[in-house]
């Protein structure tokens, strides 16, 4: 699938009666924003997710297509709730890179999900299992995961951030891009320990998570040419898979046939 930016709106197909919608790849042409109808009865809260559920097909269709190219998009993203909780809950200013693959030295690379604000960049590492876990922090290659009389080891989540960072900052850097790059580690549902941490992280678990979040969605600048910078020349290093559209094609086979035959030799 084709990595890119996440902003804005999504396109709403009706739902037919007493039957599951399930997300459909729609005319190669048409990226178009409908509202289906609601019931009057319904509340404010509930119209407000109705909306936010409305567009978020369409933000995955904005983000995999441009004018001549279209990625297909996994049916799996329509039903993420973590992606869900990047483009929904936090404003507008915001940018997203959800799981992008860099190519670096001509190597594939994914990283996990980067989040560029007008005042700075976030690289984000999340920990999320189930309710109530206790994850005990350390310099080590694992960390412990606890859950009840459960024990189990889960993959340092610094060890991914200290690589986005450093890739980050080297591209940003070259860009002449100057933003500070922040490094997180999320847990909504869980706790982190760890004493003896080392300066640079936030870990922002579910003790900490909604003073972060608050901070984050009140940030009232709008989107900046800095920010945009950041985010082109970061996706200058992403890896594409695409097609081009069927109008596209077209148009390329006519130029092919129009150019004059080279002289046998």
């Known amino acids: 699938m084709k990595r890119k930016l996440f902003s804005l709106f999504r ?3 009706e739902d037919e009666p007493n039957e599951e919608r399930i997300p459909s790849q729609a005319d190669d042409d048409e990226i178009e924003l409908e509202m289906g109808h609601h019931s009057e009865s319904a509340t404010e809260e509930e119209l407000k997710q109705h909306f936010l559920d409305s567009i978020f097909d369409f933000q995955l269709r904005w983000a995999s297509s441009t004018i001549s190219q279209k990625s297909y998009v996994d049916n799996s993203y329509s039903y993420d ?8 809950r936090f404003p507008d200013n915001t940018l997203v890179l959800y799981y992008p693959v860099f190519k670096i030295k001509n190597a594939p690379l994914e990283l996990e999900v980067i989040m560029i604000t007008p005042t700075a960049i976030w690289c984000l590492s999340f920990l999320e299992f189930e309710d109530g876990t206790a994850y005990i922090g350390s310099g080590e290659r694992f960390w412990l995961k606890k859950w009840g009389d459960t024990e189990k080891k889960v993959l340092n989540p610094l060890i991914s951030l200290r690589r986005m960072e450093r890739i980050i900052g080297q591209i940003v850097e070259f860009a002449g891009v100057d933003l500070p790059i922040h490094k997180g580690v999320i847990s909504r549902n869980g706790y982190i320990d760890y004493p003896l ?3 640079g992280y936030h870990f922002i678990d579910k003790r900490m998570h909604e003073g972060w979040f608050q901070q984050q969605r009140s940030n009232p600048s709008p989107i900046k040419s800095v920010q945009l910078k950041a985010a082109k020349s970061i996706l200058d290093y992403c890896q594409t898979t695409s097609f081009k559209r069927m109008h596209y094609q077209n148009e390329t086979l006519k130029e092919w046939e129009s150019l ?3 002289d046998s030799r």
């Open 81 to 88: 709730e973590r992606l869900k909780y990047l483009l929904q």
């Open 260 to 262: 004059p035959e080279e």
């Open 11 to 13: 396109k709403k197909e």
């Open 197 to 199: 941490a080392p300066v």
